[in-house]
T-cell receptor, first 110, second 115 residues
Framework: QKEVEQDPGPLSVPEGAIVSLNCTYS??????FMWYRQYSRKGPELLMY????GNKEDGRFTAQVDKSSKYISLFIRDSQPSDSATYLC??????????FGPGTSLSVIP | DGGITQSPKYLFRKEGQNVTLSCEQN?????MYWYRQDPGQGLRLIYY???????QKGDIAEGYSVSREKKESFPLTVTSAQKNPTAFYLC??????????????FGAGTRLSVL
């Protein structure tokens, strides 16, 4: 079992839809959770960062962490064509290196 | 503007050749990282450095070498021993190393292909 699992997609949604992206993990010691957005042929850019459990909202983006289920989610409201990208989840313990998920490819169709 | 600069954007390697990828940051970050990205496999850590003149192997260090002579610079050499070098290479940096939140910021990447 991989430490971090993520459905690679591709996920295709119409413009304006609510998008749900998810990752599961096996290491209960993970405390820091991040979501990165990566456009084609570009480096990943940090979207959201969450410590421990709970929700965090930033504009159209909401990050959710459920440590009891070892499950994290990123919700995108009112999705736009400019949201079309690969979304990488990432997580770490307090003392070890970051582990990245393989990424989910998202297409938002106008 | 603060950031991470990777060069070149595209690089071609001939059989038996060593090539060096450049990574420079002006964020005053202590830690720097090199990742390899292949389709469907996510980011795999090649080498990382938490302080000048010190670096550690990541998960796939074989066939690669690095140096960290300056805080701002962390070049990666892909040696002829790396038999499958075609990939997208990403450099990242963070304020500190393994401890704490360690949010990493990335450069734009270098795409390496074999001729």
């Amino acid at each position: 079992q991989k430490e971090v699992e993520q459905d690679p997609g591709p996920l295709s949604v119409p413009e304006g839809a609510i998008v749900s992206l998810n990752c599961t993990y096996s290491n209960s010691a993970f405390q820091y959770f991040m979501w990165y957005r990566q456009y084609s042929r570009k480096g990943p850019e940090l979207l959201m960062y969450t410590y421990s459990s709970g929700n965090k909202e930033d504009g159209r983006f909401t990050a959710q962490v459920d440590k009891s289920s070892k499950y994290i989610s990123l919700f995108i409201r009112d999705s736009q064509p400019s949201d079309s990208a690969t979304y990488l989840c990432a997580m770490k313990t307090s003392y070890d290196k970051v582990i990245f998920g393989p990424g989910t490819s998202l297409s938002v169709i106008p | 503007d603060g950031g991470i600069t990777q060069s070149p954007k595209y690089l071609f390697r001939k059989e038996g050749q060593n090539v060096t990828l450049s990574c420079e940051q002006n964020l005053n970050h202590d830690a720097m990282y090199w990742y390899r990205q292949d389709p469907g496999q996510g980011l795999r850590l090649i080498y990382y450095s938490q302080i000048v003149n010190d670096f550690q192997k990541g998960d796939i260090a074989e066939g690669y070498s690095v140096s960290r002579e300056k805080k701002e610079s962390f070049p990666l050499t892909v040696t002829s021993a790396q038999k499958n070098p075609t990939a997208f290479y990403l450099c990242a940096s963070s304020i500190s190393g393994d401890g704490g939140q360690n949010i990493q910021y990335f450069g734009a990447g270098t795409r390496l292909s074999v001729l």
